[in-house]
């Protein structure tokens, strides 16, 4: 059973910072792109960032370009979002999606940013 759990989601303050974390199981984790999208209240998904199997190459909405960093570590499993100078617009629940023959979605993680 494909597993994608994620973490590391709070409640921070504007120009804060957090780091989300995606850990993978039951799929060959170094085959598939994974990607961070989020999804605020009353909105439809919005795709935040992509990263390549290698993790070298790595795409990102122009809304957190230049302060989020999308990672991964394929010996660990896991999939990472650094997320610096938080607006309350950035406020979602964020998911962890892995992309191959098929989609992989977790079951999110709430990013919460407002004074």
């Known amino acids: 059973e494909v597993q994608l759990v994620e973490s590391g989601g709070g409640m921070v303050q504007p120009g804060g910072s957090l780091r989300l974390s995606c850990a993978a199981s039951?799929?060959?984790?170094?085959?598939?792109?994974m990607n961070w999208v989020r999804q605020a209240p009353g909105k439809g998904p919005e795709w935040v960032s992509a990263?390549?199997?290698?993790?070298?190459?790595?795409y990102y909405a122009d809304s957190v370009k230049g302060r989020f960093t999308i990672s991964r570590d394929n010996a660990k499993n896991t999939l990472y979002l650094q997320m610096n100078s938080l607006k309350p617009e950035d406020t979602a629940l964020y998911y962890c999606?892995?992309?191959?023959?098929?989609?992989?979605w977790g079951q999110g993680t709430q990013v919460t940013v407002a004074s």
């Open positions: 999606v892995g992309s191959g023959r098929v989609l992989y």
């Open positions: 039951g799929l060959t984790f170094s085959s598939y792109d």
């Open positions: 990263v390549k199997t290698s993790g070298y190459n790595t």
